[in-house]
């Protein structure tokens, strides 16, 4: 989701409309779903905003709804495979309670976020895909006082026997909480260290799903220059690419290119959201398989690009094609930086997240310290600055 959907909330077609022009039935009951026996697998969807879920709700058949805790799931079929759909709406918290519902009221084979997000790299436009290998949070840096920037520790998760983190960066551990017995004296030294609570720099997805995305994608056709440049004269078209890349999101909007740079420094990203460490964050933690699907809605190398119907329809349909294409067993084997897509940020710069940016006394990125894949810690000259100019971008032709 991006800031500009937000303005156009208000005139978003609601649920029930876009179900009633498809022609599917929808009936709606509160509380939690009745289930006779065992509850039935299905694929879960989350989309944050109305224009995200439209395209999901209009591939559906046999639809009716249940409201659980103020969100209303909808349940239907696509293709024979039920699938259930919550709207969640925007940032990381609502994305993560939704999605937390969803995966403890119904028997979740794997969980799909599609919507709309913004480019984080010039090679990729409006009308382009990213499937999420990794979702990271580009909003966790420590501003250090002596001209560096690191990650802020990770997002921390209290693991479970049933959790899925495989291929997650860890950051660090956490400390064994106090009990009763301890509480008094609890904090007046040192606290041992548990690896059940984990501070997580990324999340990787399961590389059967992204295996899945790619082997079934959709013909997704090409994009006028005029929709990807936001140039009513521009003419011909751009054919529009599915990549595999990294997911940033963050309860913020970043604009200008310059602070663009210090965050994909630190965390290499190709689309910029808001809901998708949130959306990673319930189903890794409940062990739930899942993937994040963006559509590219806008672009900062273009200002004045913007197509969110576009990307929001592009996203939903290599997510429906995931859902109907699920392999029988969905291995945990996790994405890794080989997976991803030549021409993404990680893929070239050689890692997803790094563990230190140096600065100039003008505040540009000098250098970038972080592991390689081997896990040796290396430290190189920052050689990507000329891509955060507005000349940058490749729509243009």
């Known amino acids: 989701?991006?800031?500009?959907?937000?303005?156009?909330?208000?005139?978003?077609?609601?649920?029930?409309?876009?179900?009633?022009?498809?022609?599917?039935?929808?009936?709606?009951?509160?509380?939690?779903?009745?289930?006779?026996?065992?509850?039935?697998?299905?694929?879960?969807?989350?989309?944050?905003?109305?224009?995200?879920?439209?395209?999901?709700?209009?591939?559906?058949?046999?639809?009716?709804?249940?409201?659980?805790?103020?969100?209303?799931?909808?349940?239907?079929?696509?293709?024979?495979?039920?699938?259930?759909?919550?709207?969640?709406?925007?940032?990381?918290?609502?994305?993560?309670?939704?999605?937390?519902?969803?995966?403890?009221?119904?028997?979740?084979?794997?969980?799909?976020?599609?919507?709309?997000?913004?480019?984080?790299?010039?090679?990729?436009?409006?009308?382009?895909?990213?499937?999420?290998?990794?979702?990271?949070?580009?909003?966790?840096?420590?501003?250090?006082?002596?001209?560096?920037?690191?990650?802020?520790?990770?997002?921390?998760?209290?693991?479970?026997?049933?959790?899925?983190?495989?291929?997650?960066?860890?950051?660090?551990?956490?400390?064994?909480?106090?009990?009763?017995?301890?509480?008094?004296?609890y904090g007046s030294g040192p606290s041992a260290i548990t690896h059940q609570y984990v501070y997580f720099e990324d999340l990787a997805a399961p590389r059967s799903l992204v295996l899945a995305a790619l082997a079934h994608l959709p013909t997704l056709g090409a994009t006028p220059r005029s929709v990807a440049t936001g140039d009513p004269s521009a003419t011909g078209s751009i054919p529009a690419e599915a990549v595999v890349g990294v997911i940033g999101s963050a309860n913020q909007w970043t604009e200008p290119l310059a602070d663009q740079e210090l965050q994909n420094a630190l965390y290499q990203s190709d689309a910029g959201e808001n809901e998708g460490m949130g959306f990673a964050y319930a189903n890794a933690q409940l062990g739930v398989p899942s993937l994040v699907v963006r559509g590219i809605s806008d672009s900062p190398w273009y200002p004045a690009a913007y197509d969110g119907v576009l990307a929001a329809t592009r996203a939903a349909e290599v997510g429906l094609a995931v859902a109907t294409h699920l392999p029988r067993v969905i291995g945990r084997a996790p994405v890794s930086l080989a997976d991803l897509g030549r021409q993404t940020n990680a893929a070239r710069a050689g890692y997803v997240v790094a563990e230190r940016v140096e600065l100039t006394t003008t505040g540009s990125v000098r250098a970038v310290q972080f592991a390689t894949a081997t896990g040796k810690t290396v430290t190189e000259a920052w050689p990507f600055g000329s891509e955060y100019e507005p000349s940058a971008g490749t729509a243009g032709g």
Do not use: W
């Open 1 to 185: 989701m991006t800031r500009r959907l937000a303005r156009l909330a208000a005139t978003l077609i609601g649920g029930s409309v876009a179900l009633a022009a498809c022609g599917s039935s929808v009936g709606s009951s509160s509380g939690a779903p009745r289930q006779a026996g065992p509850p039935a697998p299905v694929v879960g969807f989350v989309n944050a905003m109305g224009m995200e879920q439209a395209p999901i709700l209009a591939a559906m058949r046999d639809v009716h709804s249940v409201l659980i805790d103020g969100y209303r799931f909808y349940r239907g079929n696509v293709d024979g495979v039920q699938v259930v759909d919550v709207r969640s709406g925007e940032k990381e918290y609502a994305a993560e309670l939704a999605t937390t519902l969803l995966d403890t009221h119904f028997s979740v084979r794997a969980a799909i976020l599609t919507g709309t997000a913004g480019s984080r790299n010039p090679a990729i436009d409006v009308g382009d895909v990213v499937i999420g290998g990794f979702v990271v949070d580009k909003s966790s840096i420590h501003f250090h006082d002596r001209g560096y920037l690191s990650p802020y520790t990770g997002v921390e998760m209290e693991l479970t026997p049933r959790s899925d983190t495989a291929g997650g960066q860890v950051g660090g551990y956490g400390a064994v909480g106090p009990t009763p017995a301890d509480a008094a004296r």
